[in-house]
């Protein structure tokens, strides 16, 4: 059983930062391939954000957010984060965390931005940017 939990959420004003955490309990993410940001915003599709290989480090990110939000990590934390800076009003959505289970010779089956790659979500967080 794993349970990934966001937070850092909230309203803000365009051009602000937000930094949301995702951390996991039951396992660890050593045992995840991909550790991923995605949001869903009114009315849209959920859509790939942003993804980290947690054993090399890659990291990946959607063509809408590259330049203005990073993904990292913390391994003694057990914690990913993602830092949103110059956040758009186009940027409002429920942002939710979601990892990949390390399946040796699978794990390039799917994209890192396919969400049918994903095993674990969390419940999301909530990200309202103003104008």
């Known amino acids: 059983q794993v349970q990934l939990v966001e937070s850092g959420g909230g309203l803000v004003q365009a051009g602000g930062s937000l930094r949301l955490s995702c951390a996991a309990s039951?396992?660890?993410?050593?045992?995840?391939?991909?550790v991923g940001w995605f949001r869903q915003a009114p009315g849209k599709e959920r859509e790939f954000v942003a993804g980290i290989n947690w054993s090399g480090g890659n990291t990946y990110g959607a063509d809408s957010v590259k330049g203005r939000f990073t993904i990292s990590r913390d391994n003694a934390k057990n914690t990913v984060y993602l830092q949103m800076n110059s956040l758009k009003p186009e940027d409002t959505a429920v942002y939710y965390c979601?990892?990949?289970?390390?399946?040796?010779?699978?794990?390039?089956?799917?994209?890192?931005?396919?969400?049918?790659?994903?095993?674990?979500w969390g419940q999301g967080t909530q990200v309202t940017v103003t104008s």
């Open positions: 039951g396992r660890t993410f050593s045992n995840y391939n991909m």
């Open positions: 979601a990892a990949d289970l390390l399946r040796p010779g699978l794990d390039t089956i799917r994209k890192y931005d396919d969400m049918r790659k994903y095993d674990y």
